[in-house]
Every structure is written in structure tokens, then in C-alpha cells.
């Protein structure tokens, strides 16, 4: 298949908001690869390359400076052999050879596909075509039941095998996909509410009470002594997390699946901030940072599947497997023992709880109602910096925001200027869109290649999950998980929060 009806495919998907017309595109598309081009057509898609990181970023694919072609040519597998050269660059030469590499597919690729392999390279496609929407897809496109396309994906944890056995294999290949220890599950995900009180109103009836983490995922099977942890995205990680192997082989299990975060404790048993357990769950090397982990479910114990029985089986085995390294929480159907919990959740210096209710499966891959995390939301007043143009189906408006706090005595940049701390395009409706397409080039004051830079004078207001400690802005400090709640033009600009209000949060 060209790369160009992929291309176009998402183009399609980009430009609307209905579901069905998402799923309509891309099982059209489905249909016409081949068996060897499935799995690498999904990792396009999905802006996960079956390669994996590529060590290429926005600086290197910026600075190229190449004529790209008139007309379509170039097949999914040619890019795909591209990124596997790029992804086996190492050593001497090698920033010399990838950027030969990026040269020759950037002038391979007319300039609409290199936009797509740019973004698929970075991880930023926003399509809007959610790993749900492309099972959905993929059961249209092969005529298999929905249901059983979406189970072998999360018993799988590989889309791209799962696609490929839907269009080309027997049925019974498909229905024959199980949970197997050793290989990776999707993890299931959370909907939100506001307070734990909602939360048991919404799941009405018994619900389990959990310390949410501010930590990483992690799923950990164990077979004997063999030991594989992965994280939330099914990475690999066991060689970098030494203790929680040790942890796991001292359980009192032979085979087991168990789902959990982890994180690191300071001296006093405090959990750290996010950025040092990220820090150690990525090292490759030794750290006295040690991580320790705390699970919450149990999805196979000694020879049998636990992930269709409820949760209160599964906290049971749970209990007896886990001891020490088990979650804590309570099961209560009594909102005021909620709050209670959420409250002293809070005071360990946690980010809130998870409410689940008592009698759900796990629902692997799904972000469904039975698991509902809850969290303080922090707002902040910000000061846009500079905005950049859309993609898909922003194409031709002011998009993604640069986001600048004041910093009033010039600690760390001019007096009375501002401190960039991150940016976002979340929480942006379609009439904020127009809006700001309209308003910031009427205070533009540059362009760069990416963005238009406007006077700091408009105030934005900005939900975030806390911030993190950054060496990539001056200010030392990131926010995490920002969204927009509103522009307030109401609001001075010198009204504005500042570094120094963010800073404090890190020591939170």
C-alpha cells in the first residue's frame, strides 16, 4: 500500500467528530494491506512504530532543509524499513548517518507525508483515532465480533497481531487468544470523578477505596523464577528494576499476574515527587533511589485466570498474595468513610483514590465506569507566550498554547518578565479554536517556523495534576497534565500566578 492512502485516511478521520465516520475510514483502509504491512499500517496509526524510540526529535526533524517529492511513491514498507535503519544507528557516525537517513525519506515523501511520518516519529498524530476506535475498526473491516477483536487486543497487548489475525487469519485464531503469564495485558484504565462521595453515588453499591500514587504503572507476571515487569505501555523494563524482581520472587505464588504502581519513598517514608521515580524507573543503571512497588489487582494466580471474576475475588487473592506490598484501601458503600480515606490519602502526600466497584472484571484496556480515580484539580492563572498551528483537524488554527508564569523579582530571567513552564492543547473547543486564530496574530510580535510568539498579555486559566522538576525550561519546573479551563479576560496580566507560586508545589 502507498503510504499516501494512509495519509489520507487520517486526514479523513482528523477532519470529523463522528465515530462511525472514523470507523468507516480506517476499515476502508484496513482492507486494502497486505498481511505483512497490518502490523506496521497499526503502529503508523497509532504513532507507535514497531521500532520503537527512535532517538530523533523535533530539533532533528526541524533542521532538515530538503526538497520533498511532487507525487506519491513511497509504501508503508519502505518508511517502515527507513525508521527500522534509523532505530539500528548507533555508535560513531551515527548522528552524521541518521540525518542522511532522515534526508533521503524526507525527500522521498511528498510534504503532506512527511508530515505524517514526522508526527508518527514523535508520537503526536491526534487523530482523534483512540486504540477503541481502531478495534472498532478493525472488527469492521474483517466482519469478526467486536467483542472478540477488543479481548485478544487487551489479552494480547498487541494491536497490530490482533489486526492482522482479524483480516487474515482462521476465527478460531482470534477466539483462541488467552491470558498467558509472561506476556503483557493492557492495563485497565479509569474514568474520573469529582469526589469520592460521586464516586460511590456512580458505581452504587460497595467500592473499593485505593490510595491513587503518584507513581508509574507497572504489570509484573512471575513464572517460577523467571520474573517480566512492564509498564503501563507493555515496555519491557525488568532489567532496569532489579528490586521489584526480588519483591516479586518473594511472594508466596508460583505463577502470577499482578497489576500495581511504583514509586520511590524519601528517608522519612514519604513518597518522592514524580520526577525522581521517573528518573529511577527509566535508569538503565543503579541508583541508591530504590522503587518500591504496591499492587492493587491480581489477574492470574497459580493456573488460574482471575481478570472475568469480580473484584472481590481478586482483592481476596490479592490479600494473601501480596501481604505488605498490597494497596492500601478500604471497601465501604458509606460516602462520609470515603472522604475519610481520600482525605487521609491526601495527607500521606498521595495524588487522591481510585473507587472501584466491588463486583467489576477487570475490563483490560477499557476506561470504563467501574474504576474511578479521584484527584484535587489545581488550577492556575497562566500567560500565553506564544501559540502553534494546528494539525488534522486543527489544520489552519491557532492550537497548541505556550504557557509563561510571571516571575516578578527576575529570579530567573528579566524583572516583571515571564517563565515559560510548558505547553498545552487540551481542553480547546472549536469555538475557542476560532477565537484564538483570530486574536493572536492581532499581537503577534514574531514567527518561528512552528509558532506564532504574541505580547504576554493574555490570561488563560490552567488545570494541572501538580508539576514536575524540568532542566528543559528555565524555571526549573514543568507542569503536568495541563488543560485549559478558560481564557480570563478579566484578569491583569500582572494578576498572573507566578514561578515561584508553581516552584513551591515541588516541595509540596
Known amino acids: 500500500m502507498l503510504l499516501n492512502e494512509l495519509v489520507e485516511a487520517t486526514e479523513t478521520v482528523a477532519a470529523t467528530s463522528s465515530r462511525l465516520a472514523k470507523i468507516a475510514a480506517l476499515a476502508t483502509v484496513l482492507r486494502g494491506l497486505d498481511a505483512d504491512e497490518v502490523p506496521v499500517a497499526i503502529g503508523f496509526l497509532t504513532a507507535s512504530p514497531r521500532q520503537g524510540r527512535l532517538g530523533v526529535g523535533w530539533r532533528s526533524l526541524g533542521g532538515l532543509d530538503v526538497a520533498h517529492a511532487r507525487e506519491p511513491g513511497l509504501t508503508v514498507l519502505d518508511v517502515d524499513a527507513a525508521l527500522t535503519r534509523l532505530a539500528a544507528t548507533d555508535g560513531a557516525g551515527s548522528v552524521s548517518a541518521r540525518r542522511t537517513e532522515l534526508d533521503t525519506l524526507a525527500a522521498a515523501a511528498t510534504a503532506a507525508e512527511w508530515d505524517f511520518v514526522a508526527r508518527v516519529i514523535l508520537g503526536e498524530l491526534r487523530t482523534g483515532a483512540l486504540e477503541g476506535v481502531l478495534l472498532d475498526a478493525v472488527a469492521k473491516a474483517s466482519g469478526r465480533e467486536a467483542a ?215 475490563a483490560a484496556g477499557r476506561r470504563g465506569k467501574s474504576w474511578l480515580k479521584v484527584k484535587p484539580v489545581l488550577t492556575y492563572d497562566l500567560v500565553v507566550l506564544a501559540v502553534e498551528w494546528g494539525s488534522g483537524r486543527r489544520t489552519g488554527r491557532l492550537s497548541n498554547l505556550h504557557l509563561g508564569a510571571r516571575d516578578p523579582e527576575g529570579e530567573f530571567g528579566e524583572p516583571g518578565g515571564f517563565v515559560m513552564v510548558g505547553k498545552t492543547f487540551k481542553g480547546l473547543t472549536d469555538a475557542t479554536l476560532k477565537w484564538q486564530t483570530e486574536h493572536f496574530p492581532t499581537i503577534e510580535t514574531h514567527r518561528s517556523s512552528y509558532a506564532v510568539h504574541v505580547r504576554p498579555e493574555t490570561v488563560v486559566e490552567i488545570a494541572i495534576d501538580g508539576v514536575q522538576r524540568s532542566t528543559r525550561y528555565p524555571g526549573g519546573v514543568a507542569l503536568r497534565f495541563a488543560r485549559v479551563k478558560g481564557y480570563r479576560p478579566d484578569k491583569r496580566v500582572d494578576e498572573a500566578d507566578t514561578i515561584q507560586t508553581l516552584r513551591a508545589l515541588l516541595r509540596g
Open 148 to 362: 472478540t477483536v477488543r479481548r485478544a487486543a487487551m489479552l494480547s497487548g498487541d494491536l497490530g497481531e490482533t489486526a492482522r489475525l482479524a483480516l487474515f487469519g482462521e476465527p478460531e485464531d482470534l477466539a483462541s487468544v488467552g491470558l498467558e503469564v509472561g506476556r503483557g495485558v493492557l492495563p485497565m484504565l479509569a474514568s474520573t470523578a469529582g469526589s469520592a462521595t460521586e464516586a460511590v453515588a456512580l458505581l452504587g453499591g460497595a467500592a473499593s477505596v485505593e490510595y491513587k500514587l503518584d507513581g508509574a504503572r507497572v504489570q509484573v507476571h512471575r513464572d517460577g523464577d523467571a520474573v517480566r515487569v512492564f509498564t503501563r505501555s507493555l515496555a519491557d523494563i525488568t532489567h532496569r528494576v532489579p528490586e521489584i524482581v526480588d519483591a516479586v520472587r518473594a511472594l508466596p505464588a508460583e505463577r502470577v499476574i499482578l497489576d500495581g504502581e511504583t514509586l520511590s519513598l524519601d528517608e522519612d517514608g514519604a513518597p518522592r515527587p514524580f520526577q525522581d521515580t521517573m528518573a529511577r524507573f527509566g535508569s538503565e543503571a543503579a541508583a541508591a533511589v530504590a522503587l518500591r512497588p504496591w499492587f492493587f489487582d491480581i489477574l492470574h494466580l497459580d493456573g488460574r485466570d482471575l481478570i472475568d471474576e469480580p473484584l472481590s475475588t481478586r482483592l481476596e487473592m490479592l490479600e494473601r498474595v501480596a501481604g505488605d506490598a498490597r494497596m492500601p484501601g478500604v471497601v465501604t458503600d458509606d460516602p462520609v468513610r470515603a472522604e475519610e480515606f481520600s482525605r487521609e490519602a491526601l495527607a500521606a502526600g498521595h495524588e487522591g483514590v481510585m473507587v472501584k466497584g466491588i463486583d467489576s472484571p477487570y
